[in-house]
T-cell receptor, first 112, second 113 residues
Framework: QQQVKQSPQSLIVQKGGISIINCAYE??????FPWYQQFPGKGPALLIA?????SEKKEGRFTISFNKSAKQFSLHIMDSQPGDSATYFC???????????FGKGTKLTVNP | DAGVTQSPTHLIKTRGQQVTLRCSPK?????VSWYQQALGQGPQFIFQ???????QRGNFPDRFSGHQFPNYSSELNVNALLLGDSALYLC????????????FGSGTRLTVV
């Protein structure tokens, strides 16, 4: 049973546009929601994370929006750049040091 | 400051063989987790080690086993390899009780033929 559902599977955005990736979770015990960025041949790298006590967190061009009642969270990439082209994974865990449950990933392509 | 180091980077094994993958955690980290990432999928949790003991385990068969050494490094062993075991195996480390996620290595690409 997939506990974290991620969409879309792939996304193409023009340079300077906004990229939006959505995730939904089922387990209400989850309390840590990170986003990871993965380039080909590399391991996932933590991009930004949020806890359910806040509805939004922003770090540079990256913003997480969190809706606890809907059990959904999303990643917004503002002013998308070709260097942002990668696969993005949302994840969830019960506490930041517990096992991570990942979504299936979104392959983002930013065209110049 | 070295991050998480995994070896080897690539490996080809024959069905039925056994394989050992190795991980050195980031300096200052004492908890090691292993994940399996099939092509086009998100990583799936295999198990986590802390103080040389398996602390948590995901839905993987007993063919998957691990070990953590006193210096916090870790090994993942897979016995009786199946074609379906072909994947990228990721090691992730964190300080114990650290509630801000993991640092992942670049992984070992295992191909079973």
């Amino acid at each position: 049973q997939q506990q974290v559902k991620q969409s879309p599977q792939s996304l193409i955005v023009q340079k300077g546009g906004i990229s939006i990736i959505n995730c939904a979770y089922e387990n209400t015990a989850f309390d840590y929601f990170p986003w990871y960025q993965q380039f080909p041949g590399k391991g996932p790298a933590l991009l930004i994370a949020i806890r359910p006590d806040v509805s939004e967190k922003k770090e540079g061009r990256f913003t997480i929006s969190f809706n606890k009642s809907a059990k959904q969270f999303s990643l917004h990439i503002m002013d998308s750049q070709p260097g942002d082209s990668a696969t993005y994974f949302c994840a969830a865990s019960k506490g930041g040091s517990e096992k991570l449950v990942f979504g299936k990933g979104t392959k983002l392509t930013v065209n110049p | 400051d070295a991050g998480v180091t995994q070896s080897p980077t690539h490996l080809i094994k024959t069905r039925g063989q056994q394989v050992t993958l190795r991980c050195s955690p980031k300096s200052g980290h004492d908890t090691v987790s292993w994940y399996q990432q099939a092509l086009g999928q998100g990583p799936q949790f295999i198990f986590q080690y802390y103080e040389e003991e398996e602390r948590q385990r995901g839905n993987f068969p007993d063919r998957f086993s691990g070990h953590q050494f006193p210096n916090y490094s870790s090994e993942l062993n897979v016995n009786a390899l199946l074609l379906g075991d072909s994947a990228l195996y990721l090691c992730a480390s964190s300080p114990v009780g650290y509630n801000y996620g993991y640092t992942f290595g670049s992984g070992t690409r295992l191909t079973v033929v």
